[in-house]
């Protein structure tokens, strides 16, 4: 299982890419997640709007 780990210093969030079978998605220690995603990149994707969603 590949991780993948963004981290927002300020407000303490850190969003990881978790792979399920062949999907692939996004989510936040906050509790958010994003919707399960074939290709990577979308799942990355999802976790940094997520990011620039909350410190906006």
Known sequence: MEQQK???A???H???TIEQ???CL???VCGWRGPARRAR???RT????HTAT???
């Open 6 to 8: 963004h981290v927002d």
């Open 54 to 56: 909350v410190t906006a």
């Open 14 to 16: 850190l969003t990881t």
């Open 10 to 12: 300020s407000l303490g």
């Open 46 to 49: 999802d976790g940094a709007a």
């Open 21 to 23: 079978g062949p999907f």
């Open 41 to 43: 990149s979308q799942a």
């Open 26 to 28: 996004a989510r936040c």
